[in-house]
């Protein structure tokens, strides 16, 4: 009797093991969970990572002058009739995001029980920029014209390029990688992946020039 009671508690101790065991062995990780993190990742399609609101003020400050050469001598001279001074505000939208509707194996690499993710390139938009006009600010001598409807304009489409060219400088990338990374690592895992043993990189290190190749201005022309 005794015995038989031994017996039942050890199958019952086994069996108890068994059940709680959750840990999927690396066999079922590479051969279950990798379609299905592709799948999950690709309902994902963009990955919104950052939004900036940017505000810029544009100025402008000329004076006219008169240019020419005498005896192969140039010359340039201001001209007394004071300089003009804009100084225009605008406020700009930038979103940065990962489109991972193409994501595939191509962007999985395993080794043992480690794994990495390979994000798709990241994008970025300069979405909406906003002049107050109210808040335009003019100085005109009165020899002088009042600045035209394409000089202000010329001048707010050199202030966009400046806001784009000033991107860079605000860590989109870093932000890219960190958002990516707060959602790729519970659901890796969940699939049973250590945290230790997952790693989520960019193809490469992204430089200056990189990030500006990859900025679309969706206002231009507007």
Known sequence: MKNFLIIAVLLTTLFSCGKS???????????????????QVQKTSK???A????????????ELKLKGTILQQDFDIPLPLGSRKVAIPMDATVKAYIDFSGFSEKNVKREGDKIEILLPDP????????????????HVPLLRSNFSDKELADYSMQGRKAIIND?????????????????LVPMLQQMG???????ITFRKDFSVSDVLSIIKD????K
Do not use: C, W
Request: proline share 3%; no cysteine; charged share 30%.
């Open 47 to 49: 990955l919104y990572t």
């Open 167 to 183: 991107i860079p400088k605000m860590g989109i990338i870093q932000m890219a990688q960190e958002s990516a990374t707060r959602m």
């Open 193 to 199: 992946y250590e945290e230790s043993n997952i790693t």
């Open 123 to 138: 994008q970025v938009e300069l979405t909406s920029t906003r002049i107050n006009h109210e808040d335009v600010k003019k």
């Open 51 to 62: 939004d900036f609101k940017v505000h810029k003020i544009i100025t402008h400050d000329d």
């Open 21 to 39: 065991e959750k840990k999927m062995t690396y066999s079922q990780l590479t051969r279950d969970s990798i379609p299905a993190l592709i799948m």
């Open 218 to 221: 969706n206002i231009e022309g």
